[in-house]
């Protein structure tokens, strides 16, 4: 009976268990179905699919609102593979109108991580680019019946002008590089970024911002549609983002000014062509705002050719192509600025009471000194810093720096030299200037440190760095950093760093490309420098500039260069109170500065200030002609200068073999030992890896460095 009993509580204890049980089931059952719709929200997400929409990217306008840079639709055959079904592929090769094997190639190309870098199941993968409009139609009715296929809009950037490749840059898909760098987690594969120029500088708001279209799916994947055929969005679409499209910019740029300038180095323009030519650079800056009116570098190429399918094929062309075109020279090359240099060395030594206005330093065709001798061409001497300047004599500059090296005022010589590398420093050299494009070079000025690491501590001495003062030796700076200092001394004292964008539209300028730098030198020694550098247009090595109506302002520079032609450069500004424009024109290999550079030069004022153009192949001046100018309006001025200022200079200092009886007819000229600057990152490219690297310099941040100046 105790068995019996125990059996019946069992099936007591097994029939109350399921009891529970399926109370709980029925509970659970009721809580899904009708008490928590949560669930069914899921079901619907499940079916939820979202498409990024993207943004149009923002125009490029020039300073007078010339449009130079716009956008062009493309339309892309795109899949993802996850989302493809059994489909008519005859159907498909019909509307694409290729045969089967060219579209299984397609197919096999895009499925092929090797082939197709950007390869994933769940991303829209290019099947087929650039569709003409006419298979666009025909997709565009028919695309349902293909699921995992779409039409993805793309933008290709169009060039109204063959001008400016530099500065503009261009806009490549991103590489997975990118997309690992890309800290605000914009980039998907197969979106595009700026590449170079103001396209790189200005990505983040030539970009935009992108927007979102969600969609419904149903159950067997295919995206919900109405009877119209019309995607039928989540929500009735308003979860939708629209995207928002990128910020246009005005470039500080004169197109017309830029493309002129362009010509006078290489010719006339060629669509989808390197245009080859004089090599060098020419930059323009209006002083008052440091916006640059023109970016020449030569060679160059045109913007287009870096567009579409060609894209790789020419981008090879040009990175291989021996005379650098991708290297724009007017930001990246350091070069000797020559006697371009010499009005910094003026207002230095002005400013440290080593020199004023009216000492004057023997030259007879040159500075000899304890048995150096830096040449100088025929002219009258002693001579005085504005005739030294109109003349752009080299004994001049060279004494001035030897007297404020030995100064007594200083310490020693190091913190002499200190105190001269801190004006050049100031005066923009040395470092980079920080223009508002990538791979600018930072030049080089030496500091004591340099010497005493090269030459060795107490072994150098004012002679044996004397070239330096002359633009020559260790110096090396960029097209843009002399324009700029033309710019400063038009100014009379400041510039503002140049930048090649005026205008963000909306946004405006970082501030950092409103703010003034003032090198602490008086404003008087600079009306010094000017009236020399107007005395150098009017009667001394710049006389083709001088323009009737335009009080120019010049100063040339003829480079000595080791591997070749001499280099011809010319700096100068107009008119020359209330100046509008400051020039730098760089000529590599291309002999005299008076004879190539300054009609350049002249060439641009003209334009620029009176809106006239000369002929290309007009007459340039030979150098018999300019040097026998030169060596009478030096020796004019010098004369005058020794008839009104007699005493000005010191006789006690002349050293005994300044006679120029004394000096040999054959002049060996010794050079002084010239270290070369250590620092990589100057000088011309010489190999494709050098190029590289300077291409894919670093730029600095603007717009996290400094705020956005606003108005
Ligand atoms: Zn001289």
Known sequence: MRKDYNLEKRKFVIGGFIVVIVAIYLCKLFDLQILDDKYSEIAVNNARSTKITHPS????????????????????????????????TLGMCKILRLDRKDFETLWKNMSDPEKNKNYSATTPQPLVQNLDSTTYGHLQETLHRFPGFDIAQRIIRRYNYVSAANVLGNIREVNAEDIERDSDNYYLPGDYTGDMGVEKSYEKYLRGVKGKEIFVRDARGRIVRDEQGKIKYYNDGKDNVDPIAGKDLQLSLDIELQQYCEGLMRGAAQRGQIMHGKRGAIVAIEPKTGEVLALVTSPNYDPAMLVGKDRGKNYAKLVDDGTKPLYDRAIMAAYPPGSTFKPTQGLIFMQEGITNINTSYPCYRGYINKGLKIGCHGHGSPIALQPALATSCNGYFCWGLYYMLKNHK??????????????????????????????????????????????????????????????????????????????????????????????IRDVGIPKEYTEKHQPSINREYYENVVTGMRMAVTGGTCKNANLPGLEVCGKTGTVQNPHGQDHSVFMGFAPKDDPKIAICVYVENAGFGAQVAVPLGSRIFERYLLGKSCNENDEIVSEDTVSNEIENGANKWSDKWLQERPSAFDEKEVPAQLNPDNTPKQESEKTAHHPSPSDPINGLPQNREQEQAILTRPIVDIFTRYGIYKG
């Open 410 to 503: 200083y310490e020693n010589l190091d913190s002499a030299f200190t105190v001269w590398k801190n004006y050049m420093v100031q005066m923009g050299y040395g470092y980079k200037l920080n223009i508002d494009l990538p791979g600018e070079s930072r030049g080089f000025i030496p500091n004591a440190k340099f010497y005493n690491d090269n030459i060795g501590e107490g072994k150098w001495g004012a002679n044996t760095i004397l070239s330096i003062a002359i633009g020559q030796g260790e110096i090396m700076a960029t097209p843009l950093q002399i324009a700029n200092l033309s710019a400063t001394i038009a100014n009379r004292g400041y510039y503002i760093t140049p930048h090649v964008v005026k205008q």
């Open 57 to 88: 990217r923002g125009q490029i306008y020039d300073r007078n609102g010339k449009l130079v840079v716009y956008n062009e639709p493309a339309y892309d055959l795109v899949v993802v593979p996850r989302d493809v079904q059994e489909f008519d």
